[in-house]
T-cell receptor, first 112, second 116 residues
Framework: AQSVTQPDIHITVSEGASLELRCNYS??????LFWYVQSPGQGLQLLLK??????LVQGIKGFEAEFKRSQSSFNLRKPSVHWSDAAEYFCAVGAGFNKFYFGSGTKLNVKP | GAGVSQSPSNKVTEKGKDVELRCDPISGHTALYWYRQSLGQGLEFLIYFQGNSAPDKSGLPSDRFSAERTGGSVSTLTIQRTQQEDSAVYLC??????????????FGPGTRLTVL
C-alpha cells in the first residue's frame, strides 16, 4: 500500500543553520513526489516536485530535495534557515490516478 | 486571479447537527479535491471531482459524508449528524487536469470544524 512517512514531528533549528526534513515513501512504481509548506492559517503551498530526471530538484524559497530511489526517500533541505521558514512541511506522493498520499507533517520551529 | 476560497473559515456546531462546507476552486480548474486534516495527522483524502466524471468517493469515512459539485465549479461538502471525531480542518484543492497525479494542487485556507 502507498504511504508516506515523516519521522520527525517537530524540529527546531537556529536561524542561519542548515535544515533537512526527512520523508520516506512506499510506492511500487516510479513515484511523483512533492513537498508542501503550510504556514499558520494558510493553505498548503507547493515548494517543489519530482517527476523524473535529475534527482536533485530545486524549489521556491531556497529549498531543494533529493530523490533517492534506493532509500525510498525524498528529503527536503535548505542551507540556511530564515525565521520566516517556521511552518509545517508535508511530503506527498502522487500514486496512480488522481490519488495523493500525504505524510503527517513536520513542524519546524526556528530559534532566533 | 483569485485562489481557492473556502467558507466558512471556522464552524462550531453541536453534535448531531448537519454542516455544509463550501469550496470555490480556481476558475478553469476542472479537478477538485477535499481533504481532512486532523490534529497531528497528515491530510486524509476524502473525495475527488474531475469534470463531469463520477467523483471518486473512496476516501469518505462514512455515509454521513457527502459532497457535490455544481456546474463543474463550486463544491459543497456535507456532514450529517456530526460527531466529535469529525472535528478537523477540511481542506479543498483544485488543479488543472490531464487525469494524472502530477498536476499541482492549489489549496484553500481550510475550514476549521469543531463539534461540541
Amino acid at each position: 500500500a502507498q504511504s508516506v512517512t515523516q519521522p520527525d514531528i517537530h524540529i527546531t533549528v537556529s536561524e542561519g543553520a542548515s535544515l533537512e526534513l526527512r520523508c520516506n515513501y512506499s510506492y511500487g512504481a516510479t513515484p511523483y513526489l512533492f513537498w508542501y509548506v503550510q504556514s499558520p492559517g494558510q493553505g498548503l503551498q507547493l515548494l517543489l516536485k519530482y517527476f523524473s530526471g535529475d534527482t536533485l530538484v530545486q524549489g521556491i524559497k531556497g529549498f531543494e530535495a533529493e530523490f533517492k530511489r534506493s532509500q525510498s526517500s525524498f528529503n527536503l533541505r535548505k542551507p540556511s534557515v530564515h525565521w520566516s521558514d517556521a511552518a509545517e512541511y508535508f511530503c506527498a506522493v502522487g500514486a496512480g490516478f488522481n490519488k495523493f498520499y500525504f505524510g503527517s507533517g513536520t513542524k519546524l520551529n526556528v530559534k532566533p | 486571479g483569485a485562489g481557492v476560497s473556502q467558507s466558512p473559515s471556522n464552524k462550531v456546531t453541536e453534535k448531531g447537527k448537519d454542516v455544509e462546507l463550501r469550496c470555490d476552486p480556481i476558475s478553469g480548474h476542472t479537478a477538485l479535491y477535499w481533504y481532512r486534516q486532523s490534529l497531528g495527522q497528515g491530510l486524509e483524502f476524502l473525495i475527488y471531482f474531475q469534470g463531469n466524471s463520477a467523483p471518486d468517493k473512496s476516501g469518505l469515512p462514512s455515509d454521513r459524508f457527502s459532497a457535490e459539485r455544481t456546474g463543474g465549479s463550486v463544491s459543497t461538502l456535507t456532514i450529517q449528524r456530526t460527531q466529535q471525531e469529525d472535528s478537523a480542518v477540511y481542506l479543498c484543492a483544485s488543479s488543472t487536469t490531464s487525469g494524472g497525479s502530477y498536476n499541482e494542487q492549489f489549496f484553500g485556507p481550510g475550514t476549521r470544524l469543531t463539534v461540541l
